[in-house]
Every structure is written in structure tokens, then in C-alpha cells.
């Protein structure tokens, strides 16, 4: 697709953090960007910081980024959403950490779920910036509902931005993230207070933290405000999580009470492992292909696709709907990883999809 140019607009509602590392990394791409805010004076200051061109709304903007806490995000889609004025073809996204509840109390075609897995140490505007996405990993969440023209155009704004989009499920989303982000927070805090309390008789502990301690609990110095709402929403996720987490837990103090060398070394070795594995930040392939789907004109389509990429772990770089002219039937054009291409395609047989596949040069 088409890189932006300059009459393209978007909207950020919420200009902290991510609103406006948002707004400064698509300034950055020759887009006009209006912020509002629920603070008029952090509002002020993000036009001052650059991070948009003017405070307010805007009903012409193609895009808007809800940037707000969860418990106000429907409040706020449904504002933008009912903006006199709104052109036909506007999209609304939102960043909260939690998926299922957020998009269930939406229910409009024009809204596609989101979350960019990216952040900072520092709290507010102060942390923004707007490389904060490039090798990010950027979760978009439709549904059956979802219209595909409006998830393709977020698509490519988001890719633009330099991330990775993957696509779930809300409830997907707010399952693995309870495992791979509201645990591991609300561990770091933990763990960041019990070394706290140790302090207070052992003032030479915190002068004793060293890289290990100190990777662990980074995260505990993130915006504490956001996380009630989160661990209200996604609060079944969470504690399955860390049923599991107290299990294993358990589990490794039982093998150091029984001085447990073999099995201690055999947990290590097994984590060690898995760590060494995980992806690194995402880098743009120089190998694609192009996979066509022919699909059928109903519900669900892209919803089903695209979850199904994501389930199986294949970047989708770029998507298009070509419609057809006649009948109820159009095909969906994908460009994915090269070294995931044949992945895909065996998937999309096996649900009786006729996708076929070209690799690009």
C-alpha cells in the first residue's frame, strides 16, 4: 500500500504514553494529527511537545487511537463514532491492555480491538516517542462483525509505524496476555516490595541489586494506575495464570528444600533454553509472498484469516480486499513472511479455502 502523504489525518484520544508516541510517530510520516485529552493541560503539552498539530476532534480524521484507561475507552469510541460530520470510510482503534469486555461493549464494524505491546520506564508524555513501535509487536482483535475494508486501512497505519501486527481473538489476546504481561507486572511488583521490606533492616540489600534484580522488576516502574482496571477486566485470565505460576512455584522451593540437584538443573536448563528462543524484536523480511484466498462475502471471513495467521505465527505484512464485481464473493490478498507462506496455505486447505501462494522478488 501506499505510504502516507501529507492530507492523510488521525485523531489520538488519550495523549499519554502511547497516545503520544502514536501521534509523534505518525507527525513523523507526514500525517495531521489532533489530540484531545480528558486533561486539557496534558493536552497542551503534547501539542507544545510536537506530539500533535492541534488540540480537539477531528470527524475527517481516517483514523482514531483511543489511548485512554480501559473503563473509559466504549465511552470514548462511542463519542468518536457519533462525531457529526464523520467520513464514511473512519476507523477507530483503541490501545487498552485488555481485549474481551472493550471490544464486546463496542459492537461496531468500524471498531477493530487493538493493543501495541510496546511501553517505557517512563510514565506519561515524558516517555513518549516515536520509534516506541518500530519491532514492536502490535495486536489487532476482529471479529466476526469487524468490517475488512476498515480492519485493511488500520492495518497498513499500524505497519507503517514499523510493527508487527498480529491478529487474535479478544479472548486470545487477554488469555496470553495475562501470561506474558499482568503476571510478569504484578510479579515484578511483588518482588520489587518484598526486596522493599527487606531493606528496611538490611539497608546494604538495594545497593546489592544487580542486572538480574534490576531485569526483573523494570517493569514494576510503570504506571500503577492502569493496572486495577486491567486485573478488574482481565481478572479470570490472570488468577488461572497465576494458579499455575504458584504451582510451579511451589514446585522449585519443594526441589531447593530437598536439595533436588537434578531436577533443579534439568527446570534451569529447560527455562534457559526457552529463553535463548524467544523471537527477537521484529525485523521487516526481505523474503514475502503473496497468498490469494478467494472467500465469500459474509461474516466473520477476516476474522477467521487472519486469527488463524496469528494462531500459527505468520506476519502478515500487507492486506488488501479485492471485491468482485459480480456475485458475493471477493479475494483476499495477503503479503506474509516467505518462510511462512506454505504454513498458511496448508491451513486454509484444511478449512477448505482455494488460497494459493507466489513468492515476490
Known amino acids: 500500500m501506499a505510504s502516507p502523504s501529507t492530507a492523510d489525518r488521525a485523531a489520538v484520544i488519550g495523549t499519554g504514553l502511547i497516545g503520544g508516541s502514536i501521534g509523534l510517530a505518525l507527525r513523523a510520516r507526514g500525517w495531521h494529527v489532533t489530540g484531545h485529552d480528558a486533561d486539557p493541560d496534558r493536552a497542551a503539552q503534547a501539542l507544545a511537545a510536537g506530539a ?20 473509559a475507552v466504549a465511552k470514548e469510541v462511542a463519542a468518536v463514532l457519533g462525531q457529526v460530520g464523520l467520513r464514511g470510510d473512519a476507523v477507530v482503534t483503541d490501545v487498552a491492555g485488555v481485549k474481551g469486555p472493550v471490544v464486546a461493549s463496542v459492537g461496531d464494524p468500524r471498531f477493530v480491538g487493538g493493543h ?14 516515536g520509534e516506541l513501535f518500530v519491532g514492536a509487536t502490535w495486536v489487532l482483535t476482529p471479529t466476526a462483525i469487524t468490517d475488512p475494508g476498515s480492519y485493511a486501512r488500520l492495518q497498513a497505519v499500524v505497519v507503517s509505524l514499523g510493527a508487527e501486527v498480529v491478529a487474535l481473538s479478544p479472548e486470545q489476546h487477554d488469555a ?28 546494604a540489600l538495594l545497593r546489592l541489586a544487580a542486572g538480574g534484580f534490576r531485569d526483573m522488576t523494570r517493569i514494576a516502574a510503570g504506571q ?20 499455575i505460576l504458584l504451582a510451579d512455584l511451589s514446585a522449585m522451593r519443594d526441589r531447593v528444600a530437598n536439595g533436588d540437584r537434578a531436577g533443579l538443573l534439568d527446570v534451569l536448563e529447560h527455562a534457559a533454553t526457552a529463553r535463548r528462543s524467544l523471537p527477537s524484536r521484529a525485523v521487516r523480511p526481505e523474503r514475502l509472498s503473496e497468498i490469494r484466498v478467494p472467500v465469500p462475502d459474509r461474516p466473520g471471513v477476516l476474522s477467521e484469516i487472519t486469527t488463524l495467521a496469528g494462531d500459527l505465527g505468520v ?4 492486506l488488501e480486499i479485492a471485491h468482485s464485481a459480480e456475485g458475493d464473493r471477493g479475494v483476499l490478498v495477503l503479503v506474509v513472511d516467505a518462510d511462512g507462506s506454505e504454513r498458511l496455505v496448508e491451513a486454509l486447505h484444511g478449512r477448505a479455502y482455494r488460497a494459493t ?3 515476490l522478488q
Open 224 to 243: 500503577p494506575g492502569i493496572w486495577p482496571d486491567v486485573c478488574a477486566d482481565n481478572a479470570p485470565a490472570i488468577v488461572e495464570a497465576f494458579d
Open 116 to 129: 501495541p505491546m510496546a511501553g517505557s520506564e517512563q510514565v506519561g508524555l515524558d516517555g513518549a516517542d
Open 176 to 203: 496470553l496476555v495475562a501470561v506474558v504481561s499482568h503476571v510478569p507486572h504484578l510479579t515484578a511488583a511483588t518482588l520489587m516490595n518484598l526486596a522493599d521490606r527487606k531493606a528496611e533492616k538490611h539497608a
Open 315 to 318: 506476519n502478515i505484512a500487507d
Open 357 to 359: 501462494a507466489r513468492n
Open 52 to 71: 500533535i498539530d492541534a488540540v480537539g476532534f477531528d470527524p475527517a480524521a481516517q483514523v482514531t487511537f483511543v489511548a485512554t484507561p480501559v473503563d
